[in-house]
Each structure stands twice: as C-alpha cells, then as structure tokens.
C-alpha cells in the first residue's frame, strides 16, 4: 500500500525542516573582534556615504594611515550617523558598533540607559583631554564617570543672504545685532517683492522647539531649571512670552515670513538657496550644504551673532562606546576618536587638504575635524591662525559672528531635549499658523508637557 | 471506517482478527497525524515565532524596561503612570476617536449612499465600479503625498481653485482646527472603494419581490429604504462598521506623512506616539504598554466582528 | 432566483415603472449625469492631475488659476525621477518583496489550510483556534514586540532587520489566508479524496494533483491580497528596512519627500502607482470577488 510511502514522505519532511533548524540555529553571527594574531578589530561608524564623495575619500584614507600607524587595531567602518529609530535596534541585535556617533543631545539618555561604556579608567590616556572645553565634556559625565568623547560643537547664529541685504538698501557687513534690527531688516527684504521672505522659521518635527530654545537663549531665558534634583520648565514667564510675541508679530503684523508654516530645514534651505530668503537662523554648518545642495553661493552668505547679545545655543557631536565593548576594544576605540577627531598634530594637515580640494576652510564651524570648535586655550588660537592661513571663503563674511560668540554665554541643550523641543513645537506652531493664538494658553499647555517630559530625567 | 465492518460480517471471526487490525489502524493513524503534522510544520513555526511569541512578549514588556545591553528589568505599573501622566496620551486618544468618529460620519454614510445610487443605475456599471476603488490600489504613501500638495496652503491645488473662484484659501493641514479633517477625507478617498462595492454586492442580494411587496403596501421611497433595504444589509452594514472601527482607530500613515503629528498635536494619534515611544525616545516598554491598552480598546470590536462572521459564514 | 419577466433586471428600490414615466426618465438621466460628474471628478481627475502635473514645471503647478493641461507633454520629469530617486532599485526591491511574500505565504499557508481542513490531525481544533484568534489582534498593537522577534529570532538567535524575510515571515503567519483557504477546502467533497487515496495518491499528490487545480479561484484571492498588500504596505517596512538600499517603494518615496521639487515627486507617484493599476485592471474580477469572501457569506 502507500503506508509506506506516505510515512517516507512525511519522515522525509519533518527531517529536512529539523535539519533546517539546526543549519539555521548554527548561523548565529557573533563578534568576538579578537582578530588574527592579537589583533584588536573595532567597528566604527561616521563614515560618509557615497554621495558625499569628498568627505567619504578623506574618511577612508584617515582609517588608512590611521592602521598604518596602529598596526594592531583593524578598523571596520560603517556609514551612516545617529538614528534613534535603528539605534535600538542594532543594540538589540548585537550589531551596533563599537565606536558610535552621537548628537549632543544623545549623552544623557544614553547613559540612563546603561547604552554607552564607562570610560572614565581610559580617558586619562587619551592626550590634550584636559584641553577640550569644560562644557562639552560635561555633557558626557554623569556622577565622576565618563561616558563618550566631544568631537565637535556649533553656536547658532544668524545665517543672511548678502545680496538681498544690498539690494534691500541694507549694509551686508553690518547685520542686525538686536531683534529690533532683524525685524526691520526682515521688512525691508519682504518688500522687495517677487515671493522675497524677510526671516523663516521652522516649526515641525521639534525643529521649531530647538529654535524656540535659541530665541529663549538669546534673550537671556532659559527652557528648565534645576529645582533640587528635579528638573522644571521655565520658560512661562515674560522672556518665553516676548518671544512668542515678537514671532507672532513677525508672521501676521508685519507678514515678513510667508504664509507657508510648518516648515523643516530643508524647507528653509532651499530657499536660502534659491534666493528667496532673507535670513534665518542657524549654525555655520548650513552655508556648505546651501552652496552644495541647493546651489548657493558662498560669496552670498554671512554670518553675524545670535541677535539680542545674551546668549546663544549650542550643539554639535562626539562619540560613545558600545557597552557591551571589552577593554581592549575601548582603548583601541578611544585611540580612533583621539587621533581622527581630537589631535593637534593633524590640524594643519587636515585644514591644508580640504583648503587644496577647495572645500570651505574659514567657516566657523568643522568639518574638517582640524576646525573643530572644541579646544581651549592655547590649541584654540592655534587653530584660529591655521583657520586663517588656509582659508577658501570670504572669512570676512564670518566675522561678526566669530566676534560676537566671544560675548555670548553658550548653554547647552535641555534634558530630555527631543520630548521637550517635541512640545515647544507647538508654541511655534501656534503663533505661526494661527492669527489668534492665545501666547499664554499655548506657553501654559508646552510647560505642562515640558515638565510631564523632565520629570522622565533621571 | 467502514471497511472494518464490511471485512468482519461474522462476529465469531472478529476477535481473532482485531489485534492484527487494530495495529494497522493504529499505524495509519500516526503516520496520518505525521502527515499532516509535516504540511503543518511551516506555518507553526512562522506562527509560533512571529505571532504568537510576540503576543506574550508584548504583554510582558508592557511590565519591564529594557535597553537591550543587560537582562530586562521588572519595573510593575511604572510604564502606565508614564503613559498616564503624559498629556500627549490623553490627546492621542481623543484625536484617534475624533478621527474615527468623523472617519464614521464621512466614510460610512458616503459609501453606503453611493452603492444606493450606483445600485439604481442600469448604465455603465463596470466604469463606476472601477473608478470608486481605483484608489484603493494605490499605495496609502503616494495618496498622502499627492494630498499633502493638495492641501499645500499656498500653491496647492485646492487653495489655487478656491482662489479661482473667489473664495477664501483655507488652512487645511495648517490649522489646529481642520488638520484632523483634511485627514479623515485623504483616508475616506483612498479607502471607501473597497466599502461601497461591498455594500452594492449586498444590494444586490436582496430580493426583488420585497420591494414590490413593499410597494403594493403603498411604501414611498424612504420607507422602502428604512422597511426593506436597511434589515436586509444590516448585517454587513454592522461588520462593515466595526471593521472600519478596528481599522481607523489604528491610523498611523496619514499623519505620519503629512502632518508629523501637528498642528499643535492635533493630529497626533495612538499610533503615532506608540512610534515615538517606541523609535524616537527608544522606550520599549512604554511602547508596549501604550500596545496593550490599545488592544483592550479594539479586541472588544474585534471579537465580535469575528463571532459574528463565522456564524453566519 | 425567479424573475417576474424574463428580461428584467433584478428589481431594486426604484421601481422599473418610475423609469418609464417621462419625469422619471428625466430624474434618472439627471442623477446618472451628477453621479457619473461628481465620480470622475472625485476619483479619475486627481489621478490625471498627478499624471499630467509631472510634466509641468514648478511655477506651473503654482499657477493661478490652475491649468489642468501643461505647457508642453515632455516626459523629462519622468526620467529624471527614475534617476534621481533611483527609481529602478526601488521598484526592483519592491518586485522581490512581494514575489517572494506572495511565494512563501502560499508555500507556508495552503498545506496548513488542507492540513487543518482534509487531514485534521489531532489538536488540529486547538491550532485552528490558536491561529485564527490571532485575527482578534488589532495588528499594529504587535508592531513592537514582531520587531522585537525580528531583530533577534527566538531560537535562531539571527537578526533580519533590512532582510527580505523581515517581511516574508510574518506575512506568512496570515490567520485570514487560513482561514479563507480552509473554508475553501471544506467544501471539497471528501468522496474526491477518499477517491484518489484508493487509487493509491499519497496526501502531498493529492494536494497537488486534485485539491489545488480546484483552488484556482482562492488561490487567486489568497495571491493578489498577497502581493497588493505587499506592495502597498508602510509601516512595517519602515520599521524593518532601515538601509536606504533595501527599502520598497513606499518607505523610498517618503524618505525623498522633502527634499524633492515637487514635479518629479509627482513623477514618482505616478511610476509608482503604475503597476497596482494595471494589476487591478487586469485582475478586477479576482479582486472584486476577494472582496466579499471575507466579508459575506459564500
């Protein structure tokens, strides 16, 4: 009969999908990184992507001379930055790496998290950590312990179109250095007509919260406070309400920011770029991507200091280490980072190959890594001479804003700062996009989110 | 089976032969069960670690925190008061019932009235048929994105009409006020395809001589409609509701792409901020919590689309 | 079904004697031509906008009033989407996920469905009932714990994000193909497979030989749900397919929206859109009657 051809059959199933299993189960993919011969091999990411071909050629040749120099660490590079969506992810699945990049505002989460290695035994080693500006390392420390290395930092300021300037009758060289000025200047730039904006803003995906913060900075207001070991909102008061006031009367007295609202930077950029923006604010790290992606031209743009001479936002990046690391892999981590993005030595050669590729040297802002904002005292003037003798743009476009960052009292970004900027948001959205917005309904609502997203700080 | 009785007619002979019989039933009975165990095989796996695995490891979260570098952690109700003390939880859901309340008004009623009509037409069927769930095939991401420029304030194609014809340009996605609207209709569009042709194939379904019954009893328009054609589609009009209940209530694309939650949070839905727990702010936990409780909203609806679908089908 | 007069339509709420008055005939041409005016101007000229839109330029689309015809018929946004966006990775990504969706849920759900229709193995009910309990289950309320168990597989301990089977396996867990495919294969009379078992046909012969060939109507449903759902899916590839390289056309063309001009994000759209119309025209029939499988009775 078939019996036994069924019982074959069905065996002859079930065989093969339990030898599957096994196949399957054997596939498991570990990373012990002891490489061949004593050979430590770390993973890396902050490569560039391809469509960054500069960048990405500079990236590569550094992990090249940088092996050539450490003969027993084999470093693996990965494109791509920080992105909160696949952060979690790769962590889950063991696939994240053992250098990794991260915003500013990353640090304090991450090490709630337990998601970031304790450093602190290493970092003695790592040379001229003394010299890097006090207040960006604190974003890495928690309780004594070190968590991470700043690799870089930005001020926003007030980014502005040069040539409408002059054709609005106003003196490209001397930028507006209170709200006032802007104001005036955004009237003026409006009025020459032909779909001209005077000023933008951002106001969706918490970009207009992270602006709102700048705008409180810059009048001498804060967003939180310390209150024992709690954080609280504070920015109900008469500076979170000026501000609001003062955009509100931008967008609909004077009607200086054009009727499409919820913009994002690129948004913002790309009219930048095309000429048909005024000024707005932002960090000197817009003015390549202006030229490079949405056809500006460098010779078109200055920077002056966040207007209102209080104070101003900072940001910028550094690196943490995979806490599941071992410590060789942490040493040999913390050797990258110094030498790629925190060594003297290499300023003036890295600053002297983007100034003969043409890239822009003079903005006060990195990259490359040589011009990074981060060093004090002697290092820092240093670089400001090498800045100089290498530059590609019209440096004298940056001065003011160089000048002025001396003044300004440079905070750092809230706790909790997405949940945060995610409820500021709405203020901005708000006052933007509805000509009856009650300031104090809309201000007490955020405080009401603002403080629901501290009390999550640990 | 009957072959055993046909084989043993005569009781003496049976007991002589049972033994032998019976261990042939047996073996037939464990190679059939192997059999169908090995055409089983694939799907209990795949159901196994993608449904019912998730299921337990879902509710399970919703009690812990974990950051995926060590074990995770017990932490009781502390991911519900999380969810409970952020105001953007209680706004979520009334945003999520308000679009689904709206979804009802509009994307119910519309279809249901449209399959009426389509169903007294004696012409050009198959073109009405075609063009109402056209929209139904296109992807939800290209419909949110040919809508978001619609909708566009300024050079959009609705406000350029309004222009044209002397009207007010509205705000549509801009203001905290019609953003949840200008939604429910992008969603209404894209999906009521698939509901009118559903309710005009029930149309369909209902007898001939109950209407001219009805109409010899001397019943207008109207009371035909409400004494014969609505107890007939009852039934599907009631799953075609808690169908679109279930569904609607879940609405993540929409704002997702077009409004990003905004203005102001107005179209911030129970979707969107589970996605933000779970992949802006890396909370898996709280995720999962914000998971269950939207389950115990829907499986209530869920439960009874279904029992009342296998009854009857 | 008897009809009261040989040629005549199934009667409806309106009366056939209402039509043959004369203000009944106008009534009727009247609504026809509001209903037929208002159809194609909800659902066929936006779709023609879109088409059209892409071959105007920028100021164009801005235009007030708004033109419905460009300025001249050139198909360069067309090109120039298919490469700027790189359109043909996409597409190609998009092509393999749901082929091999459509592929694997078949291979994974129809021997289940006959397996728990025609063999009934013992626990079968408890199976059953495990799988189709899952339909209970709002989807979405699973979206994190299934991304849990995709980024590392219990048991296999593998991580699948950006692999195509991040989206096959969980597709293949369908309780609605099951049950759909079951309730099918109940109505297969048993005498058809008692039959070919007598004739000596081993189970995975008569699956293939008998059962599937008079499947061919659900299998049809089963399939163009499948790959439409495939390919009309976000959510989930955005969560799963995190390398731009990777990603399906949805997931793509949200990613490239901001920073598009608008004339060839249209472009996009419309390419995008291509293949689900044509499949729909093709394949109306099928998909019409897949819609009331679930829904109604028989």
Known sequence: MNTPTLRRRSLGLLLVTGLGLTVAACGESTDDGAGEGGKVAITVNGQPPKTQPFERKIFDEDVAEFERTHKNIDIQPREGFMDPKTFSTKLAGGQLEDVYYVFLTDPANLISRKQAADVTDYVKDVPHYDEIQPTLKEIFTRDGKVYGL?????????????????????????????????????????????????????????????????????????????????????????????????????????????????????????????????????????????????????????LAPMPGGNGTLIGGEGYMLNPKATPEKIKAGLQWISWKYLNPDRMESDLKRYADQKQPIGLPASPPAGASDIWTGPLREQQATLKTKYATVPVENYQPFVDGLADLDKKIEPPNAQQVYAALDNVMQGVLTNKDANIDDLLAAAETKVNAALAQVK | MSTTTALAPDADQRPARAPERHFTKLRRKVTDNLTAYGFLCAALVVFALFSWYPIVRGVLLSFQQV???????????????????????????????????????????????????????????????????????????????????????????????????????????????????????????????????????????????????????????????????????????LIMMLMQIVATMQVFTEPYVMTGGGPEDSTVTVLLLLYRYAFTYNDFGTASAMSLLLFLALGAFSALYLRLTRTKG | MAKSRVDRPVRTLLSPWTLEHRRGK?????????????????????????????MKTAPELAANPPTLLPDSFNVSAYTEAWSFMELAKYFGNTVLIATGAWLIQLAVDVPAAYALSKLRPVLGKWILGGMLATLMLPASALLVPTYLAITDVPIFGVNLVNSPAAIWLPAAANAFNIYLLKRFFDQIPTELLDAARIDGAGSVTTMVRIVLPLSRPILAVVSIFAIV??????????????????????????????????????????????????????????????????????
């Open chain 1, 150 to 302: 700043p690799t870089a930092n930005y001020s926003m300021g007030l980014l502005y179109n040069r040539k409408l300037f002059t054709e609005a009758g106003l003196d490209p060289d001397s930028p507006p250095s209170t709200w006032e000025e802007v104001r005036e200047a955004a009237k003026k730039i409006t009025a020459l007509g032909n779909n001209k904006i005077g000023f933008a803003e951002y106001s969706k995906n918490n970009q207009g919260g992270w602006h709102y913060t700048s705008w409180l900075y810059s009048v001498g207001g804060n967003v939180a406070k310390q209150d024992g070991d709690k954080w609280v909102a504070d920015f109900n008061n008469d500076k979170g309400k000026q501000v609001a006031q003062y955009l509100h009367d931008m967008r609909w007295a004077d009607n200086t920011m054009g009727s499409k609202q919820l913009l994002v930077i690129e948004d913002v950029q790309r009219m930048m770029g095309a000429g048909q923006l005024g000024m707005y604010l932002a960090a000197p790290d817009n003015v390549p991507a202006l030229v490079n992606q949405f056809k500006g031209d460098y010779a078109n743009y200055g």
């Open chain 2, 67 to 237: 950051n995926f570098v060590s074990a995770a952690e017990w932490v009781g109700w502390d991911n519900f008061e999380t969810l409970f003390a952020d105001p953007l939880f209680g706004i979520a859901w009334r945003n999520t019932l308000l679009f689904t309340g709206l979804a009802l008004v509009v994307g119910f009623v519309i279809p249901f009235a449209v399959a009426l009509v389509l169903n007294e037409l004696r012409h050009m069927k198959g073109y009405f048929r075609v063009v109402v769930y056209l929209p139904v095939m296109l992807p939800p991401v290209v419909v949110a994105i040919l809508w978001k420029w619609f909708y566009d304030p300024g050079p959009g194609l609705f406000n350029s009409i309004l222009r044209t014809v002397g009207l007010p340009p509205l705000s549509w996605l801009n203001s905290a006020d019609t953003s949840m609207l200008s939604l429910v209709l992008v969603a209404t569009w894209a999906s009521m395809g698939s509901a009118t042709l559903i309710y005009l194939a029930a149309l369909q379904t209902i007898p001939g001589d109950l209407y001219e019954a009805a109409e010899l009893d001397g019943a207008n328009l109207w009371q035909r409609l409400r004494h014969v054609t609505i107890p007939q589609t009852r039934f599907v009009l």
């Open chain 3, 229 to 298: 759902a495939a390919w009309k899916d976000f959510i989930w590839p955005l969560l799963v397919l995190q390398d731009p390289g990777v990603q399906t056309l949805s997931v793509a063309l949200q990613r490239f929206e901001p920073d598009t001009p608008i004339n060839l994000m249209l472009a996009g759209l419309v390419l995008a859109s291509i293949p689900m119309v044509v499949a729909f025209l093709i394949f109306q029939r099928q998909i019409l009657a897949g819609l009331t499988a679930g829904s109604l009775k028989g």
């Open chain 3, 26 to 54: 106008v009534g009727y041409w009247l609504v026809f031509t509001l209903v037929i005016s208002l159809f194609t101007l909800a659902f066929v000229v936006p779709l023609i906008w879109m088409l059209l839109g892409a």
